[in-house]
């Protein structure tokens, strides 16, 4: 069931959920979750359809966010919110309510979110392009327990990296995270099978995939290694190798699908290691809503201290700490001109501040030492 | 390169590092009597989602073993075919494609030395070609007879020896004798061969979410555990019913019935877990301790005749089709007393449950299938309202729905919107399908993984098992001894003296 609400707030939809859902014969259903989708018009459909998929295993609410560029000046000074709300069968198991933000309104999107956000359930939002540069200091981004960007859907996803580690929130994760996931656990049950010392690492793929660099810096601050990025033309990782005191562990994958295990010493064995939908990875970051202390550490071991492919810069290197905040928009994820519009827009999100504040002040990435866990044995 | 023991000094793990999943190590499973309906049902099934979760190490072997004169490559399409039909997660083929490569088949019979000399020799070439590394479970789907010979093959082929830094393991599936003197030879039998924390008996509903979660529902909650008692509890009753009659299996059920079936491995073990207090921790030994001082705990009622009711399906209609009674099917003896429907009361003679009945019933075409169990709570002590306001009121209960549809409901009163005060029944609901996070895998899969893993927090103990059968052995010899099993309909929720067997004391059957 669909109702569409034109010019119209945020009570007027919650009362439009109510009526669809008496009108299916659903009066109250378990939704786990709210999902927050702030998206431009030209990703809402591929977003959305992953959010539904996924939400056969979450049910939740799902609330698309779309700014609408505004192209005259007059334009920018009205403003109009517009709702599509969706229950039962159009919108996976859950309710799913599309919001149009027209002129002055998109800037204070989250004043239209608040109110639509399920009581006592968890918040995610969502950026699956345009992520801001801070998202815990985001409007929207700050009524989410747990935020999600994509580094792998920026123009520059190694600079992207770096602003992630350097605005890093508990709460704050990246499908470019959620991709490596596999790799992660076939490598770490292949270690729990050998006795041997990691002398060194090699982690290869696609160039602009930060998949790559996850990986290698997971790899680089678990391992206390040196791990070098090779490039290679995909698809997405290739190929990983960690040298041992008991000779080669090699993890291939050439097609993206299957991929070969070689340890040294035993036989070479198959693993299906197929690249995931969105939904997959979506439904994977929502089974957990805790922080994600082993990205954050991983991501803040910093990106310029992995050897080979990207430049590598041994200590502070010139572009880090500083620079970060310049840096920033220029590696503004520029996927479309709706988005870069609709940010340049925001008043709430400022070009990130001048280096003397708080930001600032904190160390850069490569400065950070690798973050100790209590828990860890 | 011996593998580690635990996983503590592997740099990449890190508990704190929820994504990684625990995958087994390198292993495989020997499945004996694979051409059977469990295996091609529930286990196949089980070992490919497993393996679709990624949840299988690399080089994972399935060895089928069976009578049947197959190669390697109709095993492989048996359990394709199986896969396809049966498996919960949707059929990919690159997951196929490295399931496949360990796939073996070994053809013979339970007595034959060559056959279990052939099987010897698959294992040895598994281990180098897919780096099992000696590391084997050997899956015992065979009816109870075979039991002894296939443990003893085993022992005779030297399968069963396992070296420093390699495993094998033994997994049997109920039932687990008929008595307990049957048990006790059993579990002799295959502790000669396996040591006693490598055998896994599985009993299917340990496996199962619903099940788990009685534990967290208890124990990570405030809200229950202190009503969790005699002072609150009015009494508890689980349920298991199938509507289905006894099929083809006429030759296993027969003698056996549905108390030795059921009662005395799921509903017992089910018991225990909602009775049990509050374990240490959640290892496997702290929770077979608590388990075993209920199930040690249990008493039995003083006349069996009149609390403990067994009863035989007759003629009749089962959900719009007309079928036959157990006396009718083929194969069973005309004067034959074993139960179909058996429902027994007990007692926990403990501080907390004293006084407390628990009513396990559990039989076959029963009006439909469903296993819950139901913590009915004692009525208000007061009630400000008058009696016709809380006419329509029963008593508060919290149910726990282990199948189908699993989840939890909670029964209390509810004002009738309206000008006068009336109070009535209302359900809250939670139910798995609709509030959680990830589709609930099958119980095989958890199982099957545990034993890979040798995590044997869910697999029942030759303690529990023996005391089971003390608790059932005094109830099957009055049985035996008096009577015989009353007439229920199919179709109906069982004979009316196990109605009567509840009204005596105030309480009714739910009708679940």
Known sequence: MKIDLTDTTASKINKALVQGRRAIGTPAVGMVLTLVIVTDEENAYDALKAANDASREHPSRTLVVIRRVSRTPRDRTSSRLDAEVRVGADAGTGETVVLRLYGEVSDHAQSVVLPLLLPDAPVVVWWPVGAPRDPAKDPLGALGQRRVTDSYSTEKPIDELRARADSYEPGDTDLAWARITPWRSVLAAALDQVRCEVISAEVTGEEFNPSVELLAMWLADRLHVHVRRGVSSGPGLTELRLETTCGPIALHRPDGAMATLAVQGQPDRAVALKRRETSELLAEELRRLDPDDTYASALRFGVDRLGGGTPSMPTVPAPASPALSGVADVAAPDVSDSVSSARAAVPALPPAPPSSSGDGDRPSPAQMPPVKKAAAP | ????????????????????????????????????????????????????????????????????????????????????????????????????????????????????????????????????????????????????????????????????????????????????????????????????????RIDHYLGKETVQNILALRFANQMFEPIWNRSFVDHVQITMAEDIGIGGRAGYYDGIGAARDVIQNHLLQLMALTAMEEPASFDADALAAEKTKVLGAVRLPKDLGRDTVRGQYAAGWQGGEKVIGYLEEDGIDRQSKTDTYAAIKVEVDNRRWAGVPFYLRTGKRLGRRVTEIAVVFQRAPHSPFDTTATEELGQNAVVIRVQPDEGVTVRFGSKVPGTSMEIRDVSMDFAYGESFTESSPEAYERLILDVLLGDSNLFPRTEEVELSWEILDPIEEYWDKHGKPAQYPAGTWGPVEADQMLQREGRSWRRP
Do not use: C
Not at chain 2, 26 to 41: A, E
Not at chain 2, 74 to 94: C, G, L, M
Not at chain 2, 101 to 119: A, K, P, W
Not at chain 2, 166 to 190: C, M, Q, T, Y
């Open chain 2, 1 to 200: 390169m011996a593998p580690l023991s635990g996983t503590g000094a592997n740099p990449l793990r890190d508990p704190a590092d929820r994504r990684l999943p625990r995958i087994a190590g390198p292993s495989g499973l020997v499945i004996f009597g694979v051409t059977g309906d469990l295996s091609r049902k529930k286990l196949m099934p089980a070992v490919y989602d497993l393996a679709n979760r990624g949840l299988l190490p690399p080089g994972f072997s399935l060895v089928g073993f069976a009578r049947r004169e197959w190669a390697h490559e109709d095993f492989a399409q048996e359990v394709h075919d199986a896969v396809k039909e049966h498996a919960r997660t949707p059929f990919r083929e690159e997951v196929w494609q490295q399931l496949i490569q360990g796939m073996r088949f070994v053809q013979g019979t339970f007595d034959d030395d060559d056959s279990f000399e052939r099987l010897r020799e698959t294992i040895g070439e598994l281990d180098k070609a897919q780096g099992t590394g000696g590391n084997f479970a050997f899956y015992l789907s065979v009816p109870p007879s075979a039991f002894p010979v296939v443990i003893k093959q085993l022992k005779k082929h030297g399968l069963a020896d396992q070296t420093s830094d390699s495993w094998r393991r033994a997994v049997i599936e109920k039932p687990f004798g008929h008595d307990l003197k049957s048990a006790e030879e059993l579990n002799a039998i295959v502790h000669e061969v396996f040591a006693p924390d490598q055998v896994f």
